[in-house]
C-alpha cells in the first residue's frame, strides 16, 4: 500500500516522497475517515487532500473561502492535466454551466466552491444525485465561534453530514487552538471526527519584536543587509503599502506594493515578478501569500499589529519553507493596538465575536511584551510546550529581569480564589481593592486577597498578567468568556516551587536587533546562471499561459534542476516535483534550456 502511494504521489504530482504528515493523513482519507488536520504554512496541506480525490472512487467537493486561492490551486491541477475545476462569481454563467456538466458526467473529478455558492438549496439538490464521496472544508477555522476569521456563512457547512450521510468529511486548516479544534469536528462532524496535529514549530524561523517609534529609521535599520534576499513587508492598510513600497524604492530597495484594491493583472505580475527576481521585497496587505510556494523567502517584517496570534503565525509560516534560517521581526506600538481595537469594533460580528478577537489580541499583545523566550510564548498559545530556543531576540539578548515572584503569587492566589472564571479587569481589581458593584457582588471584597496588591498601579498588574500569560503561567479560556486560568508551570510559581523572574515594567527603548549576518542556503552544486536562466523560462511560460509562476515547477524543483543537470527526459524525470504530467508538457523546453547552458559553459572552458 505505502509503495502504491508513493508511486501514485509520483505519477499525479512528482514527487518522490511526502513531506512530514503527509502519507498518514492521506492513509486516513482513503480510509474514508472524518478528519480534521491543523497544519502549518508550508507543510503541503493541499496535497493531503487532493490525493485521496484522485485515488477515491467517486466525487470531491472542496470549499473554499477565497477566489485567488480556488484559482491558483485549480490552475495548478490543471497543469497537471488532473480533473479539478471551480466555480465562482469570477466566472461567467456559461464557463461555470460549462464545468458543471463536466462534473455530472464525471470528466471533472474534483470541484472547488466557496460555501456562499455550495450551500444554495438548487445546487445541494442537484449534488443529492451525484456520487460525492468526500467534503473538504479549507481554511476550517472559518466555520468556528472561536475561529479568528469566522464567517457566518461557514456555519451551514454544519449540514452536510446529514444532508450527505454517504460521504464523508474533511477540515484542513494552518493555525487553530484547542477551543476552536473542538468546535470545528463538533459542528462538521458531529463531534466523531479525528484531529491530527501536526507540531507549530518552525525552528529555523527567528522572532524578534520592536517597540515602534520610528518606522522609517527602524525599518531601514531592520533591513540592512538584507538588499539582495527575498522577503515580505506587511502593513495594515493598503494605503500603507503604497506609503512603505515608495519609501524604501527611494532608498535602494527594489520593493512591489500588493493589496485587494489592484486590478487582477497587476497583483498577478506582481507575483510573478517575486517568484523570478532575487532581492525583491513585496509590501502587501494580508491579501498576499495563501498558494505562494517561494521556499527562499528569507525574512517577514509586520510594520503594526497583526490581527491576532493565528494570523501573525500563519503570516510568519512563509519565512523559511527550504528550512534554512529565516527572520521575522514584529514592528509595534500602542496606536496599532488603538487601530486594531476600533477595526474589532467597528467590523462585523456580534459581540460575543468582538470579545473573542479582542481576547485574541491581547494574547499577541503579551506575546510582543514576553521577557523569556518568544517561541515559548508563541507555541504555548497553541497547547505546544517547548525548550527555549536560543534563537529569539529574547533568547539573544535577553531583557533586564527582577525577582517577581511575590508579585506573581499575588496575582495567581486571586485569580484561583475568584475561581479561575474572570478575566483581568476584574482580577486587577481585587488586588487594587477596589470596591466595584461587580467585586462587592460576588463577595470578593471579603477576600483576604482583596486590596493586596496596592503598592503598584494598575497598569503594573496588567503589565505582569501579559507576561504570565507569554511565559505559558497562565491562558486566557475562551470558552469561559476570557477568563484567566493557571498553568501547571503557574501553579508551582503560586505554591513557592518555582520563581518568577519579570521583565522590569517601564516603557521600553527602541534597540536595534543583534543579528547575524545571512548565510545562503547550502546548495554546494548549484549552478546560480542555470537557475536564474530557468527562472526566467518558468516566467515567460507562466505569462504565455496566464498562471502564476509557481504553477509551472516551484523554486524547489527549478533548485533540483540547476544543481542535477539532467541530461535526459528519463533523468530530469527523476528530479522532485517533474511528474509524467509535467514532463509531457514541459519537459522538453526546460531540458533543452539545460543543455544549451551546459554547452555554453563546455565551449567557454575549452576556449
Sequence with gaps: ???????????????????????????????????????????????????????????????????????????????????????????????????????????????????????????????????????????????????????????????????????????????????????????????????????????????????????????????????????????????????????????????????????????????????????????????????????????????????????????????????HAADTILLYGLDDLVKRRRMIEQGAGDDGHKFRENKRLDALLAYCEASGCRKKALLSYFGEETDKCGNCDNCIDPPELFDGTVEAQILLSAITRTGEYFGRVHVVDVILGSSTDKVRKRNHDKLPIFGKGQEHSKEFWMALIRQLFASGDLYIDLVRHGALRITESGRKILSGEKTFRCKKIIAPKSKKRKTETFVPSNHTDLNPDLFNQLKQLRLSLAQEKKVPAFVIFSDRTLIEMAEKKPKTLPDLLLINGVGDKKLDQYGRIFLESILEHLSQQDSEFIT
Design 1 to 323: 500500500m505505502a509503495e502504491d502511494l508513493k508511486k501514485a504521489l509520483k505519477k499525479y504530482f512528482g514527487f518522490s516522497k511526502f513531506k512530514v504528515g503527509q502519507e498518514e493523513i492521506v492513509n486516513h482519507l482513503l480510509k474514508r475517515n472524518n478528519l480534521l488536520a491543523v497544519m502549518p504554512t508550508g507543510s503541503g496541506k493541499s496535497l493531503c487532500y487532493q490525493l485521496p480525490a484522485l485515488l477515491l472512487n467517486g466525487r470531491t467537493i472542496i470549499v473554499s473561502p477565497l477566489i485567488a486561492l480556488m484559482d491558483d490551486q485549480v490552475a495548478y491541477l490543471q497543469s497537471l492535466k488532473l480533473p479539478a475545476d471551480k466555480i465562482h462569481s469570477n466566472r461567467t454563467y456559461g464557463e461555470n454551466a460549462s464545468v458543471w456538466r463536466c462534473f455530472m458526467d464525471g470528466s471533472t473529478k474534483i470541484l472547488y466552491i466557496s460555501p456562499e455558492r455550495l450551500m444554495t438549496r438548487k445546487m445541494l439538490e442537484a449534488l443529492g444525485n451525484l456520487p460525492i464521496e468526500m467534503f473538504v472544508v479549507d481554511e476550517a477555522h472559518c466555520i468556528s465561534k472561536w475561529g479568528a476569521s469566522f464567517r457566518p456563512e461557514y456555519e451551514r457547512l454544519s449540514e452536510i453530514q446529514e444532508m450527505f450521510p454517504d460521504a464523508f468529511l474533511s477540515a484542513f486548516t494552518a493555525t487553530a487552538d484547542n477551543a476552536t479544534r473542538q468546535d470545528i469536528v463538533q459542528k462538521l462532524m458531529a463531534g466523531r471526527g479525528r484531529v491530527v496535529l501536526q507540531g507549530f514549530d518552525r525552528p529555523n524561523l527567528s522572532l524578534s519584536v520592536i517597540l515602534k517609534n520610528n518606522w522609517k529609521r527602524q525599518l531601514l535599520e531592520v533591513l540592512d543587509g538584507r538588499r539582495d534576499v527575498s522577503g515580505i513587508i506587511y502593513t495594515l492598510s493598503r494605503k500603507d503599502t503604497e506609503i512603505v513600497s515608495d519609501f524604501l524604492n527611494n532608498k535602494g530597495f527594489t520593493t512591489l506594493p500588493y493589496h485587494a484594491g489592484q486590478e487582477g493583472e497587476v497583483r498577478t505580475s506582481s507575483q510573478d515578478r517575486f517568484m523570478t527576481e532575487p532581492g525583491l521585497i513585496m509590501v502587501a496587505t494580508i491579501a498576499f501569500g495563501m498558494g505562494i510556494d517561494k521556499p527562499d523567502i528569507r525574512f517577514v517584517v509586520h510594520t503594526s499589529l497583526p490581527g491576532s496570534m493565528e494570523a501573525f503565525y500563519q503570516e510568519i509560516g512563509r519565512a523559511g519553507r527550504d528550512d
